[in-house]
């Protein structure tokens, strides 16, 4: 079959194209067909919680997230395109009203909590997006209403219970067939969980879980993944080490899970560096015979050095921040950089998807007490900005949401990722493609100061006439009347030229695609 070497030759933010030849030293990107990562891929997303203290007129806040609030998510998800959809919520914030006098939970769904969450299932069901549910932890952990009893232990056959019969309400009652998979008990590995990095309690409610799913016949519906293991930190404690999770979780219940999840924190130098791809391929490669998805449950940035010390000094000066649990980088264009350098290592380790740390800052506070003062600022907006602080500003798309948007976008599930056969040796610049029926997208971030030539090309032969040119620095990221990404150029490419000719300008990320994101 005879195959297309697309070429275009182009400045960016000119209408000038460069005449630059093959054969001047400037090193080539290709990306051949024959050079694809082995691994199921599901597409990008995001942690979207149902705003528990805005929920309902009993909630810290009061019933803030109003029809209008989810109608102005709606629209921003609708440009987002996640592909998946963590939902993490807690019972005793929704259905659990405690324990009778026999010890038996008390289950009420007739409540404002469960309908909100239905706001956000809704969309989720309406645009075929995959849902992976939970619960943070266990009821009695997580109680905000210490009066309730509660059920402390993940393999309390209670609790078991209560899963179930919640997952048949939402999933057969109320139709939410979007509820894909279900994850049990966040981070169960560190200190800060209800399990306290107990893997037998962790392990055995696992497998009861899985069990009581088989038995209600729900399995069809939504599978168990683990173990969600946080894996830069190790229980100060327990002898059982973070990765031990992940490797104990492929070997010992690789049977009855159905996608592999950990959550990575990673810092400036493990990812500027290149090295992030090292460290998390070894536990692609463990769960590889499995041939099921390995995904980034939770992704986000936290720095180290001079950048963890301006991050806490930010903290402390906003008077809304949680200090030791937000990341104020959210609002430079450099942590967009980084996550998507973060999400393209992933990729070329094996990992089909990275759910971002997260979508909104009005989701959480610190311990999710509800203080005003204490947000968890970590996401693309606050939705709630000018309602709970009387600042419009904090509801402007920050300039992450842009990378994430295009990486959600341009990359559609069940794409072929394709690592690039490179010359040009050079640990401050990474890359990936990804092809998917006539859909072709390459991605490039430069992590240097100094700006940086390449000739792209590909041996795919289904590219249409016309690519799109979507670039992210710090200067010049094109946005729509709603801030959110659209192309810079289109391109046309000319196959006796041989590559496409790129100039990607310090610390940036561009993306050449078949895909119009508007």
Request: glycine share 6%; aromatic share 14%; with cysteine.
């Amino acid at each position: 079959m005879y195959r297309i070497i697309f070429s275009l030759l182009f400045f960016f933010n000119t209408n000038v194209f460069c005449q630059e030849k093959i054969g001047n030293n400037i090193p080539e990107i290709s990306f051949l067909e024959d050079n694809t990562i082995d691994a199921p891929f599901i597409g990008h997303g995001v942690q979207w919680s149902a705003y528990p203290h805005a929920d309902s007129d009993t909630a810290e806040w009061g019933l803030l997230m109003t029809d209008d609030k989810w109608k102005e998510l709606y629209k921003r998800l609708d440009y987002l395109q996640p592909h998946i959809i963590r939902v993490m919520d807690v019972a005793s914030w929704r259905y659990y009203k405690g324990l009778d006098t026999e010890g038996v939970p008390i289950i009420d769904y007739n409540t404002q909590e469960v309908r909100s969450l239905y706001k956000l299932l809704d969309y989720c069901q309406h645009k075929n997006i995959k849902v992976l549910f939970g619960e943070w932890g266990t009821p009695g952990f997580w109680n905000k209403d210490k009066s309730i009893p509660g059920i402390y232990r993940a393999d309390d056959d209670r609790w078991i219970s209560m899963i179930i019969g919640y997952l048949k309400h939402l999933i057969i009652d109320k139709g939410y067939t979007c509820i894909a998979y279900y994850n049990l008990v966040n981070e169960p590995n560190g200190f800060w969980a209800s399990t306290d990095g107990d893997w037998d309690q962790w392990s055995k409610g696992f497998l009861k879980l899985d069990a009581a799913l088989r038995k209600n016949d729900l399995l069809k519906y939504v599978k168990l993944v683990g173990p969600d293991a946080v894996v830069q930190w190790d229980h100060p404690t327990h002898p059982k080490k973070a990765l031990d999770w992940v490797y104990s979780t492929i070997h010992e219940l690789g049977s009855v899970n159905a996608m592999f999840d950990i959550h990575m924190y990673a810092d400036q130098q493990l990812v500027r560096t290149g090295n992030l791809e090292q460290f998390l391929s070894p536990m692609h490669e463990a769960a590889k015979d499995k041939k099921k998805p390995f995904i980034l449950g939770e992704l986000g940035m936290k720095y180290t050095g001079e950048l963890a010390v301006e991050n806490k000094k930010r903290g402390k000066a906003d008077p809304q921040a949680g200090a030791d649990d937000s990341s104020m980088f959210v609002y430079d264009y450099f942590y967009g950089v980084d996550m998507a350098d973060a999400t393209i290592q992933s990729m070329l380790a094996g990992f089909g998807s990275a759910i971002a740390w997260d979508l909104d800052d009005a989701m959480h506070t610190v311990d999710d007490k509800g203080d005003k003062t204490q947000l968890k600022k970590w996401g693309m907006w606050n939705i709630l900005g000018e309602e709970l602080y009387n600042n419009p500003k904090d509801l402007v798309p920050r300039p992450w949401s842009y990378v994430w948007t295009l990486l959600c976008n341009l990359l559609p599930p069940d794409s072929i990722i394709i690592k690039a056969k490179s010359s040009l040796n050079d640990k401050s610049v990474r890359c990936v493609a990804a092809k998917k029926d006539i859909d072709f997208t390459a991605i490039v971030v430069n992590q240097s100061k100094q700006l940086k030539k390449y000739y792209l090309r590909t041996d795919v032969d289904t590219l249409p006439e016309k690519l799109y040119l979507y670039e992210y620095s710090e200067n010049y990221r094109p946005v729509n009347k709603d801030n959110f990404p659209v192309y810079s150029k289109v391109l046309k490419y000319k196959s006796t030229e041989g590559g496409i000719y790129l100039e990607i300008k310090p610390n940036s990320v561009v993306f050449v695609s078949t895909i119009l994101v508007n």
